[in-house]
């Protein structure tokens, strides 16, 4: 079972294009995501959802791409817009009570106007220097 720990940075500033609450995004994945074994929201100030599934971290990074663009399509929500999933596995012991915990994956979710210029300010290449080949993925959509 792999276990995903998101995060939602909403770059888009649009009425088209609305923020989700932790409750909306679980119950939105849930929804267009039958490959999702169990979903559950978190109340937390960064961490909104955590959910498992079978199969590797890159299949499911595939499949969260998929089923977020499907959850705002079905919502009506604009489509014109980056889908960024930039994932790391937790590789060190977790904080006391932080839901991402040694083995999970936090995967910060960004919908974004302009993906590689998110990329660049954050220095996602840099960032991904230091990590293990197979401790890291980025999804695009």
């Known amino acids: 079972m792999t276990c995903f720990v998101l995060s939602h940075n909403l770059q888009v500033q649009s009425e088209n294009l609305p923020a989700l609450s ?40 595939d499949a969260l791409v998929r089923t977020w663009r499907s959850f705002r399509k079905a919502c009506g929500h604009s489509e014109d817009h980056n889908l960024l999933a930039l994932g790391g596995r937790k590789d060190t012991a977790g904080a006391p009570g932080s839901p991402l915990q040694e083995g999970s994956w936090g995967v910060d ?8 210029a998110f990329l660049q300010a954050i220095n996602w290449e840099g960032l991904k220097q230091g990590r293990p080949a197979d401790g890291v993925f980025e999804r695009r959509a």
């Open 22 to 61: 932790a409750a909306e995004l679980a119950a939105g994945l849930q929804a267009n995501g039958n490959w999702i074994s169990t979903v559950e929201p978190l109340d937390h100030p960064h961490w909104l959802v955590k959910l498992e599934a079978e199969g590797s971290a890159d299949e499911l990074a």
């Open 109 to 116: 979710v960004v919908e974004t106007i302009d993906g590689p």
